[in-house]
């Protein structure tokens, strides 16, 4: 059900994103590219690892062992191409139907969601980051947000496409596509707002000015903003402005989700903790968010988890990396899924 519940969501997300911003193939068949691409990559390294493991085992016949090694994977290895496929298009489709928020429903949200963070940190938290972070901090922070986020938001698609563990596979990549689909449009169409940066530009009011004028504009945080600005309203790479719930934090929260869900406490945890922890005040820092915008993402992503745990059935025992022959039976043709 997980796999047919995702090709569905994918479809209709896509079909809807034509329906409210046009047909995109251009930027879908670059998408498809960039995958093909990274997918590529991913198996190349695969084979060389699996390897450089049958070679310290010392098998007598390596090249048998890793053909029939790569056939009991072949089942994992295909579907998780598919996910990681069907996550990039959702990507896509994610995009088209962000672009048309504010023409469906015009920014008026953005004063609620900073009369609460006003309310909980007693002034506005952008103010209260940029006290304690210098503005050569500040440069690290707008680099932080862009390269390591993008790295790591790579790595954790391929770990949840290729899991060893396929009720964790097929329930992660559901969450992810349907977290983007409900939470990064519906939701945020309901609560159509732009970010404190732009709060200036369509209300008219001067809340966040200062704001402006802490940031430098050579950060590449300013320039991006500006770009979203120029292109609203028009689907191109990147493109569409929409605040909450903040899906940059979304993202590290469901691999909070995920790595407690598969290892529960310890160092992976903390780490991803921590890294989440940096999103959400590099987030509030350069503008892009208020605090209450993650506080959103948190509320999206717990039902969707359980529902997509629901669908993806019963939970089965934890493996981890691939299931090499035994040196002493001969190698099983048998997929271990």
């Known amino acids: 059900m997980p796999k047919t519940t995702l090709f569905l969501l994918v479809g209709v997300h896509l079909l809807i994103g034509m329906a409210l911003s046009g047909f995109d193939l251009g930027g879908i ?3 498809l590219n960039i995958q093909a691409i990274l ?101 690290w922070v707008d680099r932080f947000y862009l ?29 992810i596509a349907l977290v983007w689909f409900l939470g990064g449009d519906w939701v945020a169409l309901v609560l159509s707002s732009a970010g404190p940066v732009y709060v200036e530009h369509f209300y008219g009011i001067a809340r966040f000015v200062p704001l402006h004028q802490a940031l430098s504009p050579d950060l590449t945080a300013v320039h991006v903003q500006q770009y979203l600005l120029d ?34 406490m310890g160092w992976r945890l903390a780490a991803a903790t921590l890294f989440e922890a940096l999103v959400f005040i590099s987030s509030i820092h350069l503008g892009w968010h208020y605090a209450s915008d993650t506080i959103m993402s948190i509320i999206v992503i717990i039902p969707i988890w359980r529902f997509a745990g629901y669908l993806a059935g019963a939970k089965i025992p934890l493996t981890k990396g691939f299931a090499f022959p035994s040196p002493s039976k001969p190698p099983s043709l048998q997929p271990q899924i």
Request: glycine share 4%; hydrophobic share 50%; with cysteine.
């Open 231 to 264: 292109h609203l309203g028009r689907p191109s790479p990147g493109t569409g402005i929409s605040a909450s719930p903040s899906m940059h934090n979304a993202t590290y929260l469901m691999l909070v989700t995920f790595i407690y869900h598969k290892y529960g």
């Open 29 to 31: 068949l670059i998408v």
């Open 39 to 139: 997918l590529s990559w991913f198996f190349v390294g695969l084979v060389v690892l699996m390897a450089i493991r049958i070679a310290i085992r010392k098998y007598s016949r390596p090249h048998i062992v890793l053909v029939r090694t790569l056939n009991m994977e072949r089942q994992r290895l295909f579907e998780g191409a598919i996910f990681f496929t069907l996550l990039a298009i959702t990507m896509q489709a994610y995009m088209l139907i962000k672009v048309a928020i504010p023409s469906l429903v015009p920014y008026y949200a953005d004063l609620y969601f900073a009369n609460i963070d006003h309310a909980i940190f007693g002034t506005d938290p952008w103010r209260i980051t940029h006290a304690l972070i210098s503005p050569a901090m500040t440069v």
């Open 147 to 175: 390269i390591p986020c993008l790295i790591v938001s790579t790595v954790m698609t391929f770990w949840v496409c290729f899991s060893k563990d396929a009720v964790f596979r097929r329930r992660a990549a559901l969450t």
